[in-house]
């Protein structure tokens, strides 16, 4: 089941914060964040695991409640480079035959 | 340098003609992956493959074939049986250190 993912769309201005949810319906093993630029391939951000470990890039903040089963990623003091779509992948467990299964995506503008 | 190359970037095809998208990877990884991008629709998971002469049908498998003769390549041919194939696709492995998804740039097919 796609994971829901919100919001939509969020404008904000460079310097601001914002925060993007994913949720999902099912007991999740992990969560995979991705950020695409308009007509490029989506480049990895964060995988968040269930049990509590982190691997990613160091300077995005993310959390996964697995009480929830929901994700949400932090981007403080938004830069014009942080503009994009953002998606997350979920993973309901780990196999060798695993799939991330993908939302919609959250469109985040950066203005100066 | 590691990383997944795709080819063409951009596709042109006529209607009832099969076309083959290139994908390989040095990675090193077993497993690949081959998504669909429609604009709002996230990526959806066309097939997939954990090991050389397997592979598994994805979410939206009709109208594709696939094959993976060698660990390093995943080819995928759009049939003419796929009744609205224009779209972005993108080819991705899984593996390494962070054990997520890393994607290609990506082909534009377009139907004309």
């Known amino acids: 089941q796609q994971p829901v993912q919100s919001p939509q769309a969020v404008i904000l201005r460079e310097g601001e914060d914002a925060v993007i949810n994913c949720s999902s319906s099912?007991?999740?093993?992990?969560v995979h964040w991705y950020r695409q630029k308009h007509g490029e391939a989506p480049v990895f951000l964060m995988i968040l695991l269930k049990g509590g470990e982190q691997k990613g890039h160091e300077k995005i903040s993310a959390s996964f409640n697995e009480k929830k089963q929901q994700s949400s990623l932090y981007l403080t003091a938004s830069q014009l480079s942080y503009s994009g779509t953002y998606f997350c992948?979920?993973?309901?467990?780990?196999?060798?035959?695993?799939?991330?299964?993908f939302g919609k995506g959250t469109m985040l503008l950066v203005s100066p | 340098d590691g990383g997944i190359t795709q080819s063409p970037k951009y596709l042109f095809r006529k209607e009832g003609q099969n076309v083959t998208l290139s994908c390989e990877q040095n990675l090193n990884h077993d497993a690949m992956y081959w998504y669909r991008q429609d604009p709002g629709q996230g990526l959806r998971l066309i097939y997939y493959s954990q090991i050389v002469n397997d592979f598994q049908k994805g979410d939206i498998a009709e109208g594709y074939s696939v094959s993976r003769e060698k660990k390093e390549s995943f080819p995928l041919t759009v049939t003419s049986a796929q009744k609205n194939p224009t779209a972005f696709y993108l080819c991705?492995?899984?593996?390494?250190?962070?054990?997520?998804?890393?994607f290609g740039p990506g082909t534009r097919l377009t139907v004309l």
């Open positions: 991705a492995s899984m593996g390494g250190v962070t054990d997520t998804q890393y």
């Open positions: 992948g979920t993973e309901l467990s780990h196999s060798g035959y695993s799939t991330l299964t």
């Open positions: 099912k007991a999740l093993y992990s």
